[in-house]
T-cell receptor, first 112, second 110 residues
């Protein structure tokens, strides 16, 4: 089973709201990733967690705050977002002796 | 990570083989070729990867040229459900991150 789940599927928020995206995997993977994908563009890496520690931050603005509470769960906390942050947010994980990344279905975020 | 070049779009008739090319002329000896696809508004799906030998799995075959400067992903019997954007990515496992290029938009037509 190579399933990564993401909730919610869709999220609409105002610029003053605080919301969180959730990603979960039960494959025993120890690396987890957040990607952002704008319409008609390829995904771009935002953050990488390895063994629950942040290992890569691709110069993402501080209004995006990742958190890895345990090896199965990855959150992305959102605060004071801008309309241009509207995008598909993808989570991925890798591990179990393989470096292959497996993606979740994504959360479609709209910032009004 | 080496840069890849793919045609922006391709068409394929249903039931025929789809051959998707990828150029990676600056690939290094320790870089692998990975293929993912993304069906509209879904998460990317891993297809296959390889270093220098040809690889085959239940989804596709990957043919890498002897000089490793290009590769071809082959979907042997394309179906309408194979319509997607296909990404060719070159990276060093465990070190390089996934850097997606623009990909090839494959349309499988009845």
């Amino acid at each position: 089973d190579t399933e990564v789940t993401q909730t919610p599927k869709h999220l609409v928020m105002g610029m003053t709201n605080k919301k969180s995206l959730k990603c979960e995997q039960h494959m025993g993977h120890r690396a987890m990733y957040w990607y952002k994908q704008k319409a008609k563009k390829p995904p771009e890496l935002m953050f990488v967690y390895s063994y629950e520690k942040l290992s890569i931050n691709e110069s993402v603005p501080s209004r995006f705050s990742p958190e890895c509470p345990n090896s199965s769960l990855l959150n992305l906390h959102l605060h004071a977002l801008q309309p241009e942050d509207s995008a598909l947010y993808l989570c991925a994980s890798s591990g179990g002796g393989s470096d292959t990344q497996y993606f979740g279905p994504g959360t479609r975020l709209t910032v009004l | 990570d080496a840069k890849t070049t793919q045609p922006p779009s391709m068409d394929c008739a249903e039931g025929r083989a789809a051959n998707l090319p990828c150029n990676h002329s600056t690939i290094s000896g320790n870089e692998y070729v990975y293929w993912y696809r993304q069906i509209h508004s879904q998460g990317p799906q891993y297809i296959i990867h390889g270093l220098k030998n040809n690889e085959t799995n239940e989804m596709a075959s990957l043919i890498i040229t002897e000089d490793r400067k290009s590769s071809t992903l082959i979907l042997p019997h394309a179906t309408l459900r194979d319509t997607a954007v296909y990404y060719c990515i070159v990276r060093v496992p465990w070190v390089g991150k996934l850097i997606f290029g623009q990909g090839t938009e494959l349309s499988v037509k009845p």
